[in-house]
């Protein structure tokens, strides 16, 4: 039902992260700071969006730091933060967006 994407400041231990989750095939692009300027440049998640063919205006962009939510506001995408101390969160997350 959704487009997904990685926008992470982790160079090439996404990917491995990922496959070894076995997560990695819901991704449609897994964008790090090998491939642009770490965030909080928002250059990263603007390539992801380009590599999934989204408009800003039509992401959410999830993130957990400072740095992910300057990067989203300046990429003009909505921008979603979750506390991983928040046992709660994810489930939160996931019921405002997903059900």
Same mark, same amino acid.
């Given at each position: 039902?959704?487009?997904?994407?990685?926008a992470?400041?982790?160079?090439?231990?996404a990917?491995?992260? #990922?496959?070894?989750? *076995?997560?990695? !095939?819901?991704? /449609?692009?897994? $964008?790090?700071?090998? =491939?642009?300027p770490?965030?909080?440049?928002?250059?990263?998640?603007? #390539?992801?969006?380009? *590599?999934?063919? !989204?408009k800003p /205006?039509?992401? $959410?962009?999830?993130? =957990?730091?400072?740095?992910?939510?300057?990067?989203g506001?300046?990429?003009g995408?909505?921008?979603?933060?979750?506390d991983?101390?928040?046992?709660g969160?994810?489930?939160?997350?996931?019921?405002?967006?997903?059900m």
């Open positions: 039902k959704y487009r997904l994407a990685v992470t400041n982790r160079k090439s231990s990917a491995k992260v #990922l496959k070894r989750l *076995k997560i990695l !095939a819901y991704f /449609g692009a897994v $964008v790090t700071s090998v =491939d642009a770490p965030k909080p440049d928002p250059k990263m998640i603007l #390539l992801a969006l380009e *590599k999934l063919g !989204a /205006g039509e992401a $959410v962009f999830v993130g =957990d730091n400072q740095e992910d939510l300057m990067a506001a300046k990429a995408v909505r921008v979603v933060m979750i991983g101390r928040d046992a969160a994810i489930e939160r997350f996931l019921r405002e967006f997903l």
